[in-house]
Nanobody, 121 residues
Framework: QVQLVESGGGFVQPGGTLRLSCAAS????????MDWYRQTPGKQREQVAT???????RYADSVKGRFTISRDNANNTVYLQMNSLKPEDTAIYYC???????????????WGQGTQVTVSS
C-alpha cells in the first residue's frame, strides 16, 4: 500500500513563509507527476502547482512568483515553498502523486491527508 504524508502546515502572518513537504512511502516503482492542491470550505479543490519527474513545473496564476514546487526523486518527496503568503492562501493543502507500484503496473492517483495553512494577522 502506498501513502502520502504531508507536513509543514501551520499559522503564519501575511507576508510570511511556509514550506510544505510530502513524502511517499510503501511499494513504489515509479512516481510521475506530483502536485499540490488546496481547498477551502464550500469551494472546489484547486490545483496550485505541479511538477513532472523531469522537473517541469506549472503554477496557478494566483501563486506564480510566490510559490515554488520542487521534488527529490531519490526520497520520493515533493515540496512547496510558499513565500509572501496572503490571507487568501488560507486552505487545506493536499499532496497528489501518480504512482506505479511495480513494473508495468497501473498508475494510481494517490492523495495525502491534507495539512492546514492559515494566513492571518
Amino acid at each position: 500500500q502506498v501513502q502520502l504524508v504531508e507536513s509543514g502546515g501551520g499559522f503564519v502572518q501575511p507576508g510570511g513563509t511556509l514550506r510544505l513537504s510530502c513524502a511517499a512511502s510503501g511499494r513504489i516503482f515509479n512516481i510521475y507527476a506530483m502536485d499540490w492542491y488546496r481547498q477551502t470550505p464550500g469551494k472546489q479543490r484547486e490545483q496550485v502547482a505541479t511538477i513532472t519527474r523531469d522537473g517541469v513545473t506549472r503554477y496557478a496564476d494566483s501563486v506564480k512568483g510566490r510559490f515554488t514546487i520542487s521534488r527529490d526523486n531519490a526520497n520520493n518527496t515533493v515540496y512547496l515553498q510558499m513565500n509572501s503568503l496572503k490571507p487568501e492562501d488560507t486552505a487545506i493543502y493536499y499532496c497528489n502523486a501518480e504512482i506505479v507500484s511495480y513494473y508495468a503496473g497501473p498508475v494510481n492517483d494517490v492523495w495525502g491527508q491534507g495539512t492546514q495553512v492559515t494566513v492571518s494577522s
